[in-house]
Structure formats: structure tokens, C-alpha cells
């Protein structure tokens, strides 16, 4: 069985194709970089127009794949920014009507967790799942993936992206902040801001543009800003496991690149007795392959989507969508 999966939520245009065993047949991704500022919902979805087709093409010819051979297509119907799911998913609804293939609708943030826990092989893991417009801990129940702590204002990648701009710096934040970041030592003073399982991050782009303001060197606040945010996020994965008696972490979206994270939940993990993974950085930003692979498991349970009803849901929660493909009676 082999899937071709398109990803458009947000900045990233990107068709995956995958098979079976979630082998990767074919990858090819291009990025929205906004001239300046933030992402620009119409200019992004006017990217992913320009691009998709070419993508498609590319990601096929890689796999060697003959589009009648595949069982579906799938895209992403939410949550995201409308345009830009509105172009992906008019592509997918195209090419599942000319190759007269079913269509299947995939959670943009099921797609994070479900590549993250195929490649990591740790079947009863919390997933941290921390992105651009996302921020969430995250564990399998009853059919459902269940959030247990999320960020109550923005996303954290969004959170990074937005403070690296007003100090300067271009999108996206995350990176340049994690390279200015490397070697510094001056923790300067932020809020820390966890509540209960939940996170916020706004009270920390405030004080830390005040500390800009009056001459703190850029790096250092990178650097505080790193340990304070995510020291957060490990603090409420941790508290996930602790109440669930679970030993596992698979991280997963784009912050789960940062290798400050990565080390921060590994430390906290290791110290408990458990495992924690991440996967392959392409496949932690947003990709196709992880809407193919989710449209795969999906088109197992029998899950398909008319042309008619396959409207996008930009404020589609992970805990709305049904999970047909995993034992319900499991974790
Ligand atoms: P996604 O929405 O999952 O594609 O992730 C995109 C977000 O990941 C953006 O906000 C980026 O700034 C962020 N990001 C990418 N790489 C890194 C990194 N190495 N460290 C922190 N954030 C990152
Ligand atoms: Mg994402």
C-alpha cells in the first residue's frame, strides 16, 4: 500500500510519499520565507499554489510510484491557516479526482505524533509535540489522542519566531536562536510560566524585548530564553508521565529539532529509567510524508473523505479526530 500525503497548514508546501512499513518513497518540501516579518497567510498559500504541482511531480518521480498504483490521497484539513489549507487540500482533491483515487483527511497534528511514534518504535510513549502554531503533551485513550497540557497563548515556535523578528533576526526564529544561543552561559531573569500542565509564553516575549530594550547582548537572552521554555516544557512532560506511570517520551514537530530540548526531556527521561526519541529533523518540521503516513494507517481503518465533505477545519483540535487505527483499548 503506498500513499501520497500533501502538507500546506502554514509556511511549508510539501508532498510525501510513503508505503507500508512507513518506508519513504518520496519527500520534496519548500518553505515560505516572508520577504520580512511574520508568515503572511495569502502570500503562503500563494506559494503553495505556485509550488504544489511541481512538488507532486518531484516527491512522485522519486518514489518511482505510478499515481494509479496508490491506495490514496491524502492532505492535511486542519488546523492551520485557511488559505493555505485551502490550497493543499484543492490539489489533493484534483489529483484524487483525476486518478481516481479515494481521498483521506489527516489532523495536521495526529501527522506530527504518528511519524514521531512509527520511527521511534516506543508504543506507549507521552508525545511532546511542540511546533509553530502548536504546543501540546499529549497521550493515546479510548480513540482518541488526548491533550494534557498545551500552551495557553501561542505556539512556541510561533513564540521564537515572533521575539527573534523584534530583536531583528528574520523567520524562522527557532534556529538562529538555537545557533546564537550555543556556548552562552548568562541566564538572565524570565517568568516562568506553567500552569498546572499547561504553558504560556507571552509574559516571556514581553520581559525578554524589555531586557533588549535596555542592552542585554542578544545571545544571552537567546540562551535564557532556550532554558527557561523549555526547562517548561520538560517540567509538564515529565509531570505526564509521573500521573500516568509512563516511562516513554517521543518528541515530535519543528522546535523538536532543538537540541537543547532534546537534551533537556533526554536528561529528565534517562533520570526515570525510560526512553525518549525524536525523529529525523525533515520529518519534525511540517512534511509530507507524515500526512501520507497518517492517510495510510487512516485508509487501513477504512477511513475516507467524499470530494463534497472535505471542507478544511483550520481550528481542527488533535483531540476531536477519531483514531480508528489504534487499539482503543490501548495506550
Ligand atoms: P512546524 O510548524 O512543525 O513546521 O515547525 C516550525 C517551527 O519550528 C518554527 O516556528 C521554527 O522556528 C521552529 N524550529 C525549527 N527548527 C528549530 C530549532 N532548531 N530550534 C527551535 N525551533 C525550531
Ligand atoms: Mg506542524
Known amino acids: ?42 502570500e503562503a498559500a500563494n506559494h503553495h499554489v505556485d509550488l504544489l504541482p511541481g512538488l507532486v511531480e518531484a516527491a512522485l518521480e522519486q518514489s518511482g510510484v505510478n499515481p494509479r498504483s496508490l491506495e490514496a490521497v491524502a492532505f492535511a484539513q486542519g488546523p492551520g491557516l485557511g488559505p493555505c489549507l485551502r490550497a493543499g487540500a484543492t490539489v489533493a482533491r484534483v489529483l484524487a479526482l483525476s486518478w481516481d483515487r479515494p481521498l483521506v483527511a489527516v489532523n495536521h497534528c495526529v ?26 503533551v499529549i497521550s493515546y485513550g479510548a480513540g482518541r489522542y488526548r491533550v494534557l497540557g498545551e500552551t495557553l497563548d501561542v505556539g512556541i515556535g510561533n513564540f521564537l519566531d515572533k521575539l527573534w523578528i523584534a530583536l531583528g533576526g528574520t523567520f524562522p526564529g527557532g534556529p538562529a536562536i538555537e545557533a546564537a544561543a ?71 514537530g519543528g522546535v523538536a529539532c532543538n537540541e537543547r530540548l532534546r537534551a533537556m526531556v533526554r536528561t529528565m527521561v534517562e533520570a526515570r529509567g525510560g526512553r525518549s526519541f525524536a525523529p529525523p529533523k ?43 487505527w489504534r487499539d482503543p483499548s490501548g495506550r
Not at 115 to 122: D, P, Q
Not at 197 to 225: H, K, N, P, Q
Open 1 to 42: 500500500m503506498v500513499v501520497l500525503g500533501i502538507e500546506s497548514t502554514a509556511h511549508t508546501a510539501s508532498v510525501g510519499v510513503v508505503g507500508d512499513g512507513a518506508e519513504i518513497l518520496g519527500l520534496s518540501s519548500d518553505m515560505y520565507h516572508p520577504p520580512s516579518g511574520g508568515i503572511h497567510p495569502r
Open 111 to 136: 501527522a506530527h505524533v504518528e511519524i514521531a511514534r512509527v520511527l521511534s518504535g516506543l508504543d506507549d510513549a507521552i508525545l511532546l509535540y511542540a511546533s509553530g502554531g502548536n504546543t501540546q
Open 282 to 324: 525533515r520529518l519534525c518540521v511540517d512534511n509530507g510524508a507524515m500526512i501520507a503516513w497518517t492517510g495510510l494507517l487512516g485508509v487501513r481503518a477504512g477511513m475516507r473523505v467524499d470530494v463534497e465533505r472535505s471542507a478544511v477545519r483550520p481550528r481542527q483540535r488533535t483531540d476531536l479526530v477519531d483514531v480508528p
Open 182 to 252: 550555543r556556548d552562552r552561559t548568562n541566564l538572565l531573569p524570565l517568568p516562568y510560566s506553567v500552569h498546572g500542565m499547561d504553558v504560556a509564553f507571552s509574559g516571556i516575549l514581553t520581559a525578554a524585548l524589555e531586557l533588549a530594550r535596555r542592552g542585554a547582548d542578544r545571545a544571552d537572552i537567546a540562551y535564557s530564553v532556550e532554558t527557561t521554555a523549555y526547562a517548561m516544557l520538560t517540567e509538564v512532560t515529565e509531570r505526564a508521565l509521573a500521573h500516568l506511570g509512563r516511562q516513554d517520551v517521543v518528541l515530535g
